[in-house]
């Protein structure tokens, strides 16, 4: 017995296939079938991009490339991306305070308000730099550490 375009309730309007009773060889016959089916490859879309390009993606890297090119141990690379990172956000909380100070729509509360949670949030920033610092300062210390690799940590962090 076969059903032919019968709506289940989870069907989305598309007619259902018939279904029609077979053996299990014919059913592992079809298996094999779709097993051995190989997929057709079909062509996505194609960039060009120009050599000035290349060339700038290849230079960049990253923002941490000289830190991940330092040969430093991985754990001091960490650390100094934590601190780099955070230092960044500090910089830009610094930008969001100045924003805040030159917005004329703002009322003398609300400004207030805006530069007190910046501020705040700059001060838990410093917090982060200072104890990452601290853990940056205790691994030196327990790792041996050339004089040259000593100043390369000193550069990497100052460098922003």
């Known amino acids: 017995m076969t059903a032919i375009g019968t709506l289940s309730p989870g069907n989305s309007g598309v007619p259902a296939l ?3 009773a077979s053996n299990d060889a014919a059913s592992d016959r079809d298996a094999d079938a779709l097993n051995s089916a190989t997929p057709t490859l079909v062509e996505g879309v194609k ?3 120009s ?3 290349i ?4 230079s960049v890297g990253g923002e941490n490339s000289d830190i ?3 040969g ?3 754990n001091i690379q960490q650390l100094l ?3 780099r990172k955070l230092q960044k956000q500090i910089a830009e909380k610094k930008a969001q305070m100045n924003k805040v100070m030159a917005d004329k729509t703002l009322s003398n509360e609300e400004r207030i ?3 007190a949670a910046l501020r705040g949030a700059i001060a838990a920033l410093n917090s982060g730099v200072v104890t990452a610092n601290l853990a940056l300062s205790k691994v030196m210390g327990q790792s041996a550490m050339t004089p040259d690799q000593n100043l390369k940590v000193g550069a990497l962090l100052t460098k922003n």
């Open 113 to 115: 308000n805006k530069l």
């Open 51 to 53: 050599g000035a390009s």
């Open 55 to 58: 060339a700038k993606a290849a």
């Open 18 to 20: 018939p279904q029609v």
């Open 47 to 49: 960039v060009s991009l």
């Open 68 to 70: 991940d090119n330092s």
């Open 72 to 74: 430093l141990p991985e």
């Open 81 to 83: 991306k934590m601190i």
